[in-house]
């Protein structure tokens, strides 16, 4: 007699994305309460799209971004299918592909999928003047690929960087960037990968 293996539900998009969610959110030690505060969002609401059982508008999904010290890009990146941890493949990434969207002032293109330990994007921008202050949990390094850019540090000051300049930045520390003359300029960024928890970790305590 043949036995079937037990059909393993896959999750949805929705379902990656609210995980991946949660899971920024718990890295960052927020509430339930305090995130939906902070990005203007009602508890039930955020409660739902944690679960899968919503789907955030692109204006909702930027608050979120902004109050979670991460990018919309990325955030979306948390909803894609998952690879294997134990899948050893390298994963390529032509220059065609990539999941592109805004991040900053400016517009970033991941440059890897699939289990990894840090994020490596393309960020493009032409902003002559700075936008606000990013602070996140995660150390973050970037090197100019094109253009020149001056970048703010906060209370450390501020620094022009060329083509070949980088600069590595701790967590916890304020920083933000933009052309001195309005040209586009190209940067290589790569950051520390804060992983959402799994799907069956979706449904917690209302204000956990």
């Known amino acids: 007699m043949t036995t079937m293996a037990p059909v393993m539900d896959t999750p949805s998009s929705d379902e990656r994305l609210g995980a991946h969610l949660r899971g920024l959110r718990k890295a960052r ?3 339930l309460t305090q995130l939906a505060e902070a990005a ?3 508890h039930p609401f955020l409660s739902q799209l944690e679960r899968g059982l919503a789907r955030p508008s692109m204006a ?3 608050r979120l971004a902004r109050a979670l010290g ?3 890009v990325e955030l979306l ?3 894609e299918p ?3 941890d134990h899948d050893a493949e390298p994963s390529f990434v032509a220059a065609d592909e990539g999941v592109i969207g805004p991040y900053a002032e400016g517009t970033a293109r991941l440059l890897a999928e699939g289990p990894r330990r840090f994020e490596p994007l393309e960020f493009t921008g032409s902003n002559p003047t700075p936008g606000d202050h990013y602070v996140h949990e995660e150390d973050e390094f970037l090197t100019v690929l094109e253009g020149s850019i001056v970048i703010s540090f906060g209370g450390f000051g501020e620094r022009t ?4 300049d980088s600069v590595y930045c701790r967590s916890g520390t304020p920083h933000r960037w933009y052309s001195p003359d309005g040209s586009v300029y190209r940067l290589l960024i790569v950051k520390e990968l804060v992983h959402g ?3 069956d970790d979706a449904v917690e305590q209302e204000d956990a």
Do not use: W
Request: no cysteine; proline share 4%.
């Open 70 to 72: 991460t990018s919309r």
């Open 77 to 79: 990146a948390g909803s």
């Open 161 to 164: 960087l060329r083509v070949g």
């Open 60 to 62: 909702s999904l930027e």
């Open 29 to 31: 030690g927020l509430t």
């Open 197 to 199: 928890g799994g799907a």
């Open 82 to 84: 998952p690879r294997a």
């Open 40 to 42: 203007t969002l009602s």
